[in-house]
């Protein structure tokens, strides 16, 4: 109860003098206020860009593996020369895949090449041409808005039919639907038979509804005869990725007919590896902009400092009078800190009300989020700059003689 009420004398103590000293209270919040603005922005713009990364790669899959010639990511020019001299991954081998995996439940070869896609007066350019299988739509995570998806037989006889994005679809045909129209996709002419449900981009870079989907026995026919394919697998279960990775990697040695010494002439890529490497250059950007952005809170934690010695130094014959009678070294103490946190915290307060409204003007331009947890540790970094600033100018208060405190004018 004692040191309630000492903290409730501290908190009048302090409200009074921040009242005595309005423009020094207000010029000394202000290096705070400063220092908590750019760390809460940049603390919010990092949130909301970990965010929005994290949903947008969720479109690969966690229960997903991607057979390739090269690898996502290399690490040399070498590397990336000696993974484009490997054979390419064949329509054969794919089926072949798809024969001896057990833990999956979906394989599907793809092949894409862009095109313009016309329909009458209408046309949208660099749209993705896919050419797959019946298996693409169980591994791509999209719906059907419209229409149906290509059957087993269109994908194996290679029909003149498609499925097309939404992109697509209101590019084309704004005041119609697209079922049953015949577009020109590059030099082939397809009939629409579905719309793919909407799916949104891929780190903001490449849009997955302005895709068209065709059978790859057509693919093969009207653009590229024997192209390079990427396998999409997915497997039963997140929890079993790893054992269908292996259970992958010894298909694909053995399909490609490689020794038991022989390295990998294929990648097996996977979701994991977009995270990891997203986590590792947000981790340095994070650290040095924070680091940055805090010396300002540095400077407004100097500012502070400064202010409280003269708010001591001014006070001196009052720090006595109150020791004369009674107050203790604990009691001194905890005023001075309390009046710094105070000052802090009110800095903490207004800077979080500023960023607040910066975030809405940002909103328009990139991810950012506001989150309770950036406020929540914003106010708690003011407070412990407030209690770290005055500590050394409450200490010296709090060791003052009193007999020499009173002799002060």
Known sequence: MYLIR???????????????NKLRSFLTTLGIVIGIVTVTLMATAINGLNGAFHKSVSVIGADMLFVSRTSWFVNSQAEWLKSMRRREITLAQARQLQRELTLAQAVAPMVGINQTVTYQNHSSSSVQ?????????????????????????????????????????????????????RIKVGPRVLEVIGVLGRQGSFLGLASLDNQVVIPVQQFMIGYLRNPDFMIKIKAIAPDQLEEAKEELRGAMRKIRHLAPGDPDDFAINQQDMFVTMFNSVAGTIAAVGLLITGLSL????????????????????????????????????????????????????????????????????????????????ALLVSLLTGVISGFLPAWRAARMNPVEALRNE
């Open 298 to 377: 540095f400077v407004g934690g100097i500012g502070i400092m400064n202010i409280m010695f003269v708010s001591v130094a001014e006070r001196t014959r009052e720090i006595g009078v109150r020791k004369a009678i009674g107050a203790k070294r604990r009691t001194i103490l905890l005023q001075f800190l309390i009046e710094a946190a105070t000052i802090c915290l009110l800095g903490g307060l207004v800077g979080l009300g500023i960023t607040w409204v910066l975030t809405l003007g940002l909103k328009r331009v990139m991810p950012v989020n506001m989150s309770l947890g950036v406020m929540g540790l």
């Open 6 to 20: 000492e903290i409730s004398e501290g908190l009048g103590i302090a409200w009074d003098a921040i009242r005595a």
């Open 129 to 181: 041409i896919v050419g797959s299988t019946e298996e693409f739509i169980n591994t791509s995570g999209a719906g059907i808005a419209e229409g149906r998806f290509i059957s087993a037989g269109e994908a194996e006889g290679g029909r003149p039919v498609c499925v097309i994005g939404m992109d697509v679809a209101t590019n084309l045909f704004a005041f119609e639907s697209p079922l049953g129209k």
